[in-house]
Nanobody, 120 residues
Framework: QVQLVESGGGLVQAGGSLRLSCAASGRTFRSYAMGWFRQPPGKEREFITA????????YYKDSVKGRFTISRDNAKNTMYLQMNSLQSEDTAVYYCAARDGGVLGPYDYWGQGTQVTVSS
């Protein structure tokens, strides 16, 4: 079992930056692939980015490439999402997730979400 807690959300102006964190506890963090998802208002949850257990392989949704950066610190059991050049379309509840194995496939563990609001 893995417990995930997101933090770092908030209100930011368009063009600004935020860094989200996802703290993990429970089973060995370093063996899990990790991902960030988001759910915009009135829409379904969508994949944003993922990182493999070693941190040397990452994947991004096209609309966030070049603006968002995923990273992880296995020594701290923490994953990060650096978000730059934020746009109003990035407004959503952001969730971190974990799965045992590779980054592809359904994610088994989810955080409670953190709200990101970008004002234009």
């Amino acid at each position: 079992q893995v417990q995930l807690v997101e933090s770092g959300g908030g209100l930011v102006q368009a063009g600004g930056s935020l860094r989200l964190s996802c703290a993990a506890s429970g089973r060995t963090f370093r063996s899990y692939a990790m991902g960030w998802f988001r759910q915009p208002p009135g829409k379904e949850r969508e994949f944003i980015t993922a990182i493999n257990w070693g941190g040397d392989s990452t994947y991004y949704k096209d609309s966030v490439k070049g603006r968002f950066t995923i990273s992880r610190d296995n020594a701290k059991n923490t994953m990060y999402l650096q978000m730059n050049s934020l746009q109003s379309e990035d407004t959503a509840v952001y969730y971190c997730a974990a799965r045992d194995g590779g980054v592809l496939g359904p994610y088994d563990y989810w955080g409670q979400g953190t709200q990101v609001t970008v004002s234009s």
